[in-house]
């Protein structure tokens, strides 16, 4: 049987990881699969088409492998374009039952401030630059950080997902 996936999207420093993170431990059964995470394994990122390209291509081929193994998974990038979210969905067909996305957005000054705070700060040029051509995916879960906290947000996530909730060890 193949597993459930939740695509989380949203411009980086929206706090997509910290909902994703928590939705992953919440569900007691999802692995959790982040396009940050592969990133670091780059020496010096210039998120480059061809540099997101290898990322986002790494992390559906993991993702593609749990979901085969059973395992929900819950995809966290920003997949801020009709075509990146059709690329990977038409790379994880037939390996996942279900496929919800969860957009995660916050204001632009919390936004900024986060990306600042990161150990890899996205160039603030290519985040303005994300932000401004985001295309929102249709019927997506929308939770919004700036009003809520990540805990707060995951329980949304959680019970919209029909998860029980599972307190992370």
Do not use: W
Not at 74 to 89: C, I, P, Y
Not at 99 to 107: H, Q, S
Request: net charge negative.
């Amino acid at each position: 049987m193949a597993g459930r996936l939740v695509i989380f999207c949203g411009i980086p420093g929206s706090g997509k990881t910290s909902v994703a993170r928590l939705v992953a431990a919440g569900s007691g059964r999802a692995v959790h699969l982040q396009t940050d995470a592969m990133r670091e394994a780059i020496p010096n990122p210039d998120y480059t088409l061809e540099e997101s390209e290898f990322v986002y291509g790494a992390c559906v081929a993991a993702a593609r492998t749990a979901l085969d193994a059973g395992y929900d998974v819950v995809l966290d990038g920003t997949f801020g374009s009709r075509r990146r979210r059709e690329k990977s969905l038409a790379a994880l067909d037939g390996h996942y039952d279900e496929v919800t996305f969860v957009r995660v957005v916050c204001d632009e000054e919390t936004a900024l401030r986060r990306n600042s705070q990161r150990e890899r700060v996205v160039p603030p040029e290519r985040l303005a630059g994300i932000a401004s051509s985001f295309e929102a995916p249709p019927g997506a879960l929308e939770v919004d950080t700036s009003r809520m906290t990540p805990a707060e947000a995951a329980e949304r996530v959680l019970a919209a997902l029909s998860y029980p909730l599972v307190p992370p060890e």
